[in-house]
């Protein structure tokens, strides 16, 4: 049978007043690899069917719930090829195990379950199944990301000693979880969002930057946890110190209480030789800055990148690419896995695009974090 033109993804989650939903659906058909053609957007079948007619899909496939679909989409020639999962995060797992169950790959946004217990369930499905998973971990795709990952690979800073990673957000300095807030209701009830508040959310983002880019794993951590806004139930802000597998030391610091920030994202390397430091709303420019020569500026599709930043552009040089592309540089690697594994090659994702092993971590990160805050000193990773 050949392959069709696009490949077809069914959305779970998204629907009206969803702010990553439509993100996903717009990184996925960025590169014309992949289609939306079905979901089930919303909890409501009326909503569910309203968001799929925003999307322009057939309203015979705008479904109630994620089972209907996968049931019905079984059933159909025109199946999907994959789901994306873009729910709250209490409903990854049942989502992705329902997937897997019915030999349906899966791409979900992160973190991948909402409990560490969770994910471990999750990555033994991932593994029965054979089935490829990917994890938008977003800053991943950025390709000034990428050439520092390949800046850190290739031992150009020479042995890296420190790393400091921060994300900084200020859009719950209020408590918007009580007036209505779709966003910020979810994200603050454990019952739906997990255990952790702002180190699930963007705290995850910074630990899996941090070791995705310098190659290295955290080994130990010291953390100190605040819930800063009266009657918040989870977390808001988060400090922490690192340990890393080469003996390097690192800190962490995330906050969505940060007056003013609106998604600062950094990230900086220091090695023997040289540094390197990125920011995700600079996000087409390096840093480099040497121990004994000039400090470098890098920029995104310039032609001396490495071959996994350029790989990223779509446009020439100061033309800027920013979170739309990141995301769909993610949906482009995962179509490329998923296309090799339906014509019968082995499928495991490329290694830039994070996978089960990251959201595994991702979620040991947040189990740590709250058990370092719990005994108020180190705990091992």
């Known amino acids: 049978m050949p392959e069709p033109a696009k490949l077809r993804m069914g959305m779970v989650g998204g629907g009206p007043g969803a702010f990553i939903g439509p993100v996903h659906r717009i990184a996925a058909e960025l590169d014309g690899k992949i289609e939306l053609v079905a979901g089930a957007f919303s909890q409501s ?54 997937a897997l169950e019915a030999g349906i790959p899966v791409m979900s946004d992160k973190p991948a379950t909402a409990t560490y217990g969770e994910a471990l369930q999750l990555e ?35 042995a890296i000693r420190k790393v400091a990673v921060e994300y900084f957000q200020g859009w719950l300095s209020r408590r918007l979880e009580t007036t209505g807030h779709k966003q910020a209701a979810w994200r603050s009830d454990p019952a739906l969002n997990g255990p952790g508040g702002a180190i699930g959310d963007i705290g995850t983002h910074a630990f899996h930057v941090l070791e995705y880019v310098s190659g290295l794993q955290v080994t130990a951590i010291n953390a100190a946890l605040r819930t800063v806004v009266p009657g918040r139930k989870l977390d808001d802000d988060c400090n922490a110190f690192l340990c890393l597998n080469n003996g390097a030391t690192g800190t962490l610091a995330c906050s969505q209480v940060a007056a003013g920030e609106i998604n600062e994202v950094r990230l900086r390397i220091y090695g023997e030789t040289g540094s390197l430091d990125w920011r995700q709303q ?34 020439p040089a100061g033309h800027p690419e920013g979170y739309l592309e990141a995301f769909a540089t993610l949906y482009r690697e995962f179509a490329a896995a998923l296309i090799a594994w339906k014509q019968g090659q082995a499928h495991p994702l490329p290694a830039t695009l994070p996978g089960i092993e990251a959201g595994v971590r991702g979620m040991r990160f947040i189990e740590r974090v709250i058990e370092s805050n719990r005994r108020q000193g180190w705990v091992e990773f």
């Not at 950025?142 to 850190?152: K, W």
């Open 45 to 98: 079948a009326e909503r569910s069917r309203a968001a799929g007619k925003s999307f322009g899909i057939d309203p015979a496939r705008a479904y109630a719930s994620y089972r209907e679909m996968i049931e019905a989409e079984r059933k159909r020639a025109d199946a999907i090829d994959f789901i994306v999962i873009a729910t709250p995060n209490h409903l990854h797992l049942p989502i992705a195990l329902a």
């Open 124 to 158: 033994s499905a991932v593994a029965a199944s054979g089935l490829p998973y990917g994890l938008t971990h977003t800053y991943a795709g950025y390709a000034m990301v990428r050439e520092a990952r390949a800046m850190c690979a290739a031992g150009k800073l020479g």
């Open 282 to 315: 600079d996000p087409t420019r390096l840093i480099v800055k040497w121990l004994d020569g000039p400090e470098e500026i890098r920029h995104a599709a310039a032609p001396y990148l490495s071959a996994d930043a350029l790989a990223t552009a779509r446009i």
